[in-house]
């Protein structure tokens, strides 16, 4: 009798536990929203789509019109993307900012440069700069070395020729990944 009433007890705690477990389960994903000037961006949406009515993105939505590239990093599982804001392109001089533009190879090429595997946040990336003396390299989805760094508490990408891009706004959320603003046009090797 006294085995019965354990076995008992023990599915009544068993089951309850269970029970009461599930009210946690859930199978949506929350969507996180951060926004930026007029735009928002959010997690539920492709890093394109959230890009592409942004009036701060135009080029990198023009670049990313390319089926090519868009959809080697949609079919990432998870991606970080260092984003080229249009002041990125502006702040070259015309005929050199005419000449990349006009080079889609190039294009491709600084696009998934600036493209990681992974979901790595600010945070992330501070701490593995902290973790290597100050400079970490990230290893692109091309399998090339993105140096980053920290000047003046901003987070700084380096290319291996020294060019730099600041990381001007941080932890924006696409639908696989995060992706940062950058104000700057770093080359992959051999570039």
Known sequence: MQLKNTFLILFIVCFGTAVSAQKYISTKNAEVSKTLGQSSFTSSKTFFENIEEAPDFTILA??????????????????????????SFLNLPKKTRDSILGNTRLVSSIVKYLAVPGRLDSNALKTAVEKNGGKAYLTTVEGQKLGIKVEAGQLVLVDEKNNTARIIAED??????????VDGIIFPPSE
């Open 172 to 181: 924006f959320y696409h639908k696989n990944g995060f992706f940062h603003i």
């Open 62 to 87: 023009k670049i990313f019109k390319n089926d090519p590239i868009r959809q080697k990093l949609e079919g990432q599982e998870m991606v970080t993307i260092f984003a080229l804001a249009d002041e």
